[in-house]
Each structure stands twice: as structure tokens, then as C-alpha cells.
């Protein structure tokens, strides 16, 4: 069998995109081995049809955790074989490109979001030249990149004279029906009022989370669950006990999809209030958009490009009109109250799921990887 060797920097617990990727693969006849890193905080990781290798490092964070993982990444590479290389964003890509090289081997790239206009990035113009420089290097003698949605993949092509596939992050139709359903007695949460839900592996600075929390105080008869991780999670705790918001704000934590999606199945609104601050945020398309859509919920969205051409095309939900708390509950309360507009808006998220499917997306990926066999 023909070996890949696929990479990324995060803990693999969560990473949707990345499990659906391997799990193609394998389909196409690959021996397909994950590597990631493993954190003190991980979750423990759900077996797997192919293999998993989770890197312990020394460093979490910062210059030294990074330059630890690229070395610990090229020495693996280096001493084990694989016909094709996957790394997934630019973090991965430099000891992957040098392997490449090395052994004549095929690289594919898969490019998550614009890596060099993440938040994080734009107050740090040292570390972002470093980042960039990296970029501008490889990413023009790249032949198979992928990336997320049709602006991202405009902007990368434009700049690098590369041509750049898009493949979206859906989940695939039929993994609805393999998920447990459990009541929401079980899962811990009110069963007498609305379910508001807001999911992220990033709940970071500029997604409209703080915004979301606030307009809880003027929303009706509701509760919003908050699921995942992310650098604001601390200033969102201590915002809900400011404003005594205990009642209805419940943070979930961060679990792994297949218990994710058994929280969002119980949702009556879907929420991704991305901020238009940065040109990654601006064009992203983010996963929850699609598992709040196979999940058969509607969504309430911030007017972000690739987000409204779907709620418009589909009709299965709505946007707001600027991030502030008081019209972001009068929205939320319009959609809760409206039980027909919510039903029409449910009905079309089924019409939805049947194109929006990882089964449709991964021909993409198939017709690329199959040159490789």
C-alpha cells in the first residue's frame, strides 16, 4: 500500500477537516498515519481506522514550542516512509517541504485560513515576517495545495501563481446517522427553554463571543451554551459572573465532534458572529456554519462574505447588521419567537445538507490523490 503521512500541529481530538481527509485516504487504498502534538489538556483520543501518533513536547506555546515541533516533525519524517506528505497550514509546511525534497517525495498542502493574517499575527509584525517568509519561499514551488473556501483560494492563487483547489470543511451526510441521540437530560441542560449554542476549537479574540454573551441579558426564556476552547474563555467567565448571567450561559468545554454534535442536535439557533477586523476573518467559512446545518439548525450569522453566500442561497437563517449585544438579542429573540420562520429555516437545512456534504466535497481531494496510486 502506498504510504501518507499526514501532519498537523494541533492535538487531533477535535480537528474535523483533518479526520475526514485521513478517513478518504484510506478509502482510496492509503496506509495513512496523523501526527500531531499532545498537550497536558488533551482529550484522550477516540480510536481510529487508521493510525495516530501524538507528539508529548516540552514547550506549549511560544518561539521554542514551535521550533521544538518543527524538529521533532522533520525527524520523523525523516525516518519513516511515506509516498505522499500532507501538511495542513503553514506550521507544518516547512519540515514537510524539506522532507519533500529530500526523499523526492509528493507534498500536498492544505491550507486552513490566510495563517499570516490571523489575529495573533497582526500585533506581532516580527513574528508575521517570519511566518511570511516562509510563505513567499515555498508556496510558489507547491503543485498540490488545497484550501477552505473560494476567497481564501482567490487571494492564495493570485499572489502565488499557484493553482489552488477548494475544498470545504462539511461534514459528511452520513455520520448524522451513526451519532447517538441523547436527551438533553442527559447532556445537562434545561429542557424548559431555548437552546442557543455557539461551538468553536478557537473562541478567540474578534469572534463576537463577548458581544453574544452580553445580549444574553435582554434574550427571553433562553440559554446559550458555549462549547469549545479559546483565549477568551477566561474574560467570558468572568464576564457571565459580572453580570450574573449564571442562569443563562453554560460553558460546555471542549469535546470531541461526535459528543459536539449531540449538543448542537438540540439547538433551536446556531451562532457565528466572526468579526470583520482581519482579512482571515473576513473570508472564512467556518465549520460550525456546517454542523449547525447538518444538525438541522438555523443560524444567525455576522454579514462575513462566504457565510451570508450560503444563508442567502439556502435561506436558513439570518444576519445581523453590527455586533452590539442589545440588537444582537433582538434578533435572536425575533428568530426564537417566529416558529414558522424557524421551521422554514429548518426544513431548508435538510434541502442544505444533501449538496453541502463532505461526500461532494471529498471528489476534489479523490481526483488529486488518485494520481499518487
Known amino acids: 500500500m502506498k504510504k501518507a503521512i499526514v501532519s498537523v500541529i494541533n ?17 482510496l487504498g492509503f ?19 487508521y493510525k495516530t501518533k501524538r507528539m508529548f513536547l516540552l514547550f506549549e506555546k511560544g518561539p521554542f514550542f514551535y521550533a521544538e515541533y518543527q524538529f521533532r516533525l522533520f525527524l520523523y519524517l525523516l525516518f519513516h516512509k511515506a509516498d505522499v506528505l500532507v501538511a495542513n497550514d503553514l506550521d507544518t509546511l516547512w519540515s514537510n517541504y524539506k522532507i519533500s525534497k529530500l526523499k523526492s517525495t509528493y507534498l500536498v498542502y492544505d491550507s486552513h485560513e490566510l495563517f499570516c493574517e490571523v489575529p495573533e499575527l497582526q500585533n506581532n509584525p516580527k513574528k508575521k ?8 519561499k515555498i508556496f510558489p514551488k507547491l ?37 447517538e441521540n ?5 447532556l445537562g441542560i434545561p429542557s424548559d427553554k431555548k437552546i442557543i449554542v455557539l461551538q ?16 444574553m441579558q435582554y434574550v427571553e426564556n ?85 457565510i451570508k453566500k450560503i444563508i442567502d442561497e439556502y435561506e436558513i437563517g439570518d444576519c445581523i447588521a453590527s455586533h452590539e449585544p442589545k440588537h444582537i438579542a433582538d434578533k435572536i429573540n425575533g428568530i426564537l419567537r417566529d416558529e414558522n420562520k424557524a421551521a422554514l429555516w429548518k426544513k431548508n437545512t435538510k434541502i442544505a445538507s444533501e449538496k453541502l456534504n463532505w461526500e461532494n466535497e471529498e471528489k476534489v481531494l479523490v481526483e488529486v490523490y488518485s494520481k499518487f496510486l
Not at 169 to 176: A, F, G, W, Y
Open 222 to 306: 433562553a440559554i446559550l451554551l458555549i462549547i469549545g476552547s479559546g483565549d477568551v474563555m477566561e474574560v467570558l467567565k468572568k464576564m457571565v459572573n459580572d453580570l450574573k448571567l449564571d442562569s443563562k450561559v453554560k460553558f460546555i468545554g471542549k469535546v470531541p465532534f461526535q459528543k459536539l454534535i449531540q449538543y448542537t442536535r438540540h439547538a433551536d439557533l446556531g451562532l457565528t458572529l466572526d468579526k470583520d477586523t482581519n482579512i482571515n476573518y473576513k473570508y472564512s467559512l467556518p465549520n460550525k456554519l456546517f454542523d449547525y446545518i447538518h444538525a438541522g439548525v438555523p443560524v444567525l450569522s455576522s454579514s462575513l462574505v462566504e
Open 31 to 49: 496506509d495513512v498515519t496523523l501526527i500531531g502534538r499532545q498537550q497536558r489538556a488533551s482529550l484522550p483520543l477516540a480510536e481510529r481506522s
Open 129 to 136: 515576517n517570519i511566518w511570511k517568509n516562509i510563505e513567499r
Open 143 to 179: 503543485k498540490y495545495v488545497f484550501t477552505v473556501n473560494d476567497s481564501i483560494g482567490k487571494i492564495y492563487s493570485e499572489e502565488y501563481k499557484v493553482d489552488v483547489k477548494v475544498v470545504r470543511n462539511i461534514p459528511l451526510l452520513s455520520n448524522q446517522t451513526k451519532i
Open 11 to 27: 492535538d487531533l481530538s477535535t480537528d474535523q477537516r483533518v479526520h475526514k481527509v485521513c478517513t478518504t485516504l484510506e478509502k
Open 200 to 215: 468553536g476549537a478557537g473562541i478567540n479574540i474578534d469572534r463576537g463571543v463577548e458581544e453574544a454573551v452580553q445580549a
Open 182 to 186: 441523547v436527551s438533553k437530560e442527559q
